[in-house]
């Protein structure tokens, strides 16, 4: 049994803008469109060349953020972030980017992304003196950076980011610098863009699109974007490892209308719901998808299965992921609060339900029911990922492997304790396929842990060291 990580699950959302006038406002509509990366924080911090100015705050980022806020953030250079914790790891302390002063200036700093090695790097710094305002793991960063002999940002960084482990997109803004970098195995996605002379940089391209910037490139695996009075530079930290970009981007997180690395979110989806569709075929009258992340996978399922989609199941839309809710109990009147079944779609019929993915199975469990419930003849579960067997060290909620449902029973016991009449999982040879990324890589360059138990870095064991994971 692999053990548990408390106190700094990750999801995330980063924006930054460098160079514009309205440089707060793209920031704020940025993290707009990432959200779905994070409701339980959202800050943004600017300069306007001489210092900081921060605001941030626990929850959406339409209640961080009240009418005037925008206002008293000026400056040309932004940086952003929306923030993703699970219950009791909240608060304002917590919430990014962070911001630290010290004799030599100020610096601002976001983070996606988990890092497996902060609770032996944390014990150390505090060994030898370091005291801690925070409770996350990208504050670790700023304690490195600290300790580099250098005075110079870039150095600092180039000396301080080789020590972390794990997943990380970070960005760090001074007064008159901003410099963003991805973790070597690029297990977070990481896009820059153009707005006229303007840069910006995001977590998802979905941002570009709402502000009007044309994507660039993705951010290398290793590689540092360093934004400066005298341009635009690119410099590594590290050698680029084996890529491993986290496979749940495209089956779950993602926005549809985000591309990774120049793969389309939507048609991933839709392609896994094909995948699926040839290998758990199934004698049917109807297919639907949980709504909103599965919508495409079963479009997928459907056109390949020649059945027709229908909307079987309606969501509710002024309800937070069920996620969020702290307890199981909790959490299953979430799943209830958040979507029906739709009599007139489902009655006497069988039904092909599409999800996404099981975790703790909460959310099929109550799907089953409610489609049973308004008459459905027959249900058959249909995951377009396989079975999630171990939990992320990288930042994505999938739980302990206590709580993951496949990690405890067969397919069968979940088929039973669901009260479905079939239910298949996408295999691990569909999911590299469906995704469709470069199949000359090993793994096709994403991260396939959960699934496998095969972990692109080492892992921590139960005294947070860290253990080799075959791949390191
Ligand atoms: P569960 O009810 O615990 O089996 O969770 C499965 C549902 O949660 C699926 O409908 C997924 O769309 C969604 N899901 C999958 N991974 C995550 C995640 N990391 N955070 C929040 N929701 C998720
Ligand atoms: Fe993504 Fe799973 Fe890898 Fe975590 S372990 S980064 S959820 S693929």
Same mark, same amino acid.
């Given at each position: 049994?692999?053990?548990?990580?408390?106190?700094?699950?990750?999801?995330?959302?980063?924006?930054?803008?460098?160079?514009?006038?309205?440089?707060?406002?793209?920031?704020?509509?940025?993290?707009?469109?990432?959200?779905?990366?994070?409701?339980?924080?959202?800050?943004?911090?600017?300069?306007?060349?001489?210092?900081?100015h921060?605001h941030?705050?626990?929850?959406?980022?339409?209640?961080?953020?009240?009418?005037g806020d925008l206002d008293r953030l000026p400056?040309?250079?932004?940086?952003?972030?929306?923030?993703?914790?699970?219950?009791?790891?909240?608060?304002?302390?917590?919430?990014?980017?962070?911001?630290?002063?010290?004799?030599?200036?100020?610096?601002?700093?976001?983070?996606?992304?988990?890092?497996?090695?902060?609770?032996?790097?944390?014990?150390?710094?505090?060994?030898?003196?370091?005291?801690?305002?925070?409770?996350?793991?990208?504050?670790?960063?700023?304690?490195?950076?600290?300790?580099?002999? &250098?005075?110079?940002?870039?150095?600092?960084?180039?000396?301080?980011?080789?020590?972390?482990?794990?997943?990380?997109?970070? @960005?760090?803004?001074?007064?008159?610098?901003?410099?963003?970098?991805?973790?070597?195995?690029?297990?977070?996605?990481?896009?820059?863009?153009? *707005?006229?002379?303007?840069?910006?940089?995001?977590?998802?391209?979905?941002?570009?699109?709402?502000?009007?910037?044309?994507?660039?490139?993705?951010?290398?695996?290793?590689?540092?974007?360093?934004?400066?009075?005298?341009?635009?530079?690119?410099?590594?930290?590290?050698?680029?490892?084996?890529?491993?970009?986290?496979?749940?981007?495209?089956?779950?997180?993602?926005?549809?209308?985000?591309?990774?690395?120049?793969?389309?979110?939507?048609?991933?989806?839709?392609? *896994?719901?094909?995948?699926?569709?040839?290998?758990?075929?199934?004698?049917?009258?109807?297919?639907?998808?949980? %709504?909103?992340?599965?919508?495409?996978?079963?479009?997928?399922?459907?056109?390949?299965?020649?059945?027709? !989609?229908?909307?079987?199941?309606?969501?509710?839309?002024?309800?937070?992921?069920?996620?969020?809710?702290?307890?199981?109990?909790?959490?299953?009147? /979430?799943?209830?609060?958040?979507?029906?079944?739709?009599?007139?779609?489902?009655? /006497?019929?069988?039904?092909?339900?599409?999800?996404?993915?099981?975790?703790?199975?909460?959310?099929?469990?109550?799907?089953?029911? *409610?489609?049973?419930?308004? /008459?459905?003849?027959?249900?058959?579960?249909?995951?377009? @990922?396989?079975?999630?067997?171990? %939990?992320?060290? !990288?930042?994505?909620?999938?739980?302990?492997?206590?709580?993951?449902? @496949?990690?405890?029973?067969?397919?069968?016991?979940?088929?039973?304790?669901?009260?479905?009449? &079939?239910?298949?999982?996408?295999?691990?040879?569909?999911?590299?396929?469906?995704?469709?990324?470069?199949?000359?890589?090993?793994?096709?360059?994403?991260?396939?842990?959960?699934?496998?138990?095969?972990?692109?870095?080492?892992?921590?064991?139960?005294?947070?060291?860290?253990?080799?994971?075959?791949?390191?």
């Amino acid at each position: 049994m692999f053990p548990e990580i408390k106190g700094m699950n990750e999801e995330c959302g980063i924006f930054a803008i460098w160079e514009h006038p309205e440089a707060a406002q793209l920031t704020y509509y940025g993290l707009h469109s990432l959200q779905h990366r994070g409701q339980e924080g959202a800050g943004i911090v600017t300069s306007d060349g001489e210092e900081l100015h921060v605001h941030k705050n626990t929850g959406l980022l339409t209640e961080a953020f009240q009418a005037g806020d925008l206002d008293r953030l000026p400056g040309r250079q932004a940086l952003g972030h929306v923030r993703y914790a699970t219950a009791g790891k909240g608060g304002y302390d917590n919430v990014q980017p962070l911001h630290f002063k010290s004799e030599d200036g100020s610096l601002a700093m976001a983070h996606n992304g988990n890092l497996v090695n902060y609770q032996g790097l944390k014990s150390e710094l505090e060994r030898t003196g370091s005291i801690f305002q925070t409770t996350t793991d990208t504050e670790i960063l700023a304690h490195l950076m600290k300790r580099q002999a &250098s005075d110079q940002l870039r150095e600092q960084l180039k000396g301080a980011l080789p020590e972390l482990v794990g997943a990380y997109s970070f @960005a760090v803004m001074t007064e008159d610098e901003l410099i963003v970098a991805l973790d070597p195995h690029g297990l977070r996605p990481l896009s820059l863009g153009r *707005l006229g002379n303007a840069y910006a940089v995001a977590s998802e391209t979905c941002a570009f699109d709402l502000i009007g910037a044309e994507y660039v490139r993705d951010v290398e695996p290793g590689e540092m974007l360093i934004f400066n009075r005298d341009g635009v530079f690119s410099e590594r930290f590290m050698g680029t490892k084996e890529r491993a970009l986290c496979s749940m981007e495209y089956v779950y997180l993602a926005r549809p209308d985000s591309n990774l690395e120049q793969i389309n979110v939507h048609t991933a989806r839709k392609r *896994l719901g094909k995948r699926l569709a040839i290998e758990a075929d199934v004698d049917a009258d109807v297919v639907t998808g949980v %709504p909103d992340s599965s919508i495409s996978a079963a479009i997928g399922f459907a056109e390949q299965a020649k059945l027709p !989609y229908e909307l079987g199941l309606i969501k509710n839309r002024y309800v937070g992921r069920t996620f969020i809710q702290p307890s199981q109990a909790l959490r299953e009147q /979430g799943v209830k609060m958040k979507l029906s079944a739709v009599r007139g779609v489902v009655e /006497g019929k069988r039904v092909v339900m599409v999800d996404d993915s099981i975790v703790r199975g909460t959310t099929s469990q109550r799907i089953v029911q *409610l489609l049973k419930d308004a /008459g459905a003849a027959e249900v058959h579960v249909r995951i377009s @990922a396989p079975p999630i067997i171990r %939990p992320c060290f !990288y930042g994505i909620d999938t739980s302990t492997s206590d709580e993951l449902i @496949a990690a405890n029973y067969t397919t069968e016991q979940m088929r039973e304790k669901m009260g479905a009449d &079939s239910l298949r999982f996408l295999s691990v040879d569909g999911l590299k396929a469906g995704i469709g990324r470069d199949a000359s890589q090993p793994n096709c360059g994403q991260c396939l842990g959960c699934f496998t138990g095969q972990y692109p870095t080492a892992i921590p064991n139960e005294k947070n060291a860290l253990v080799g994971s075959g791949k390191g």
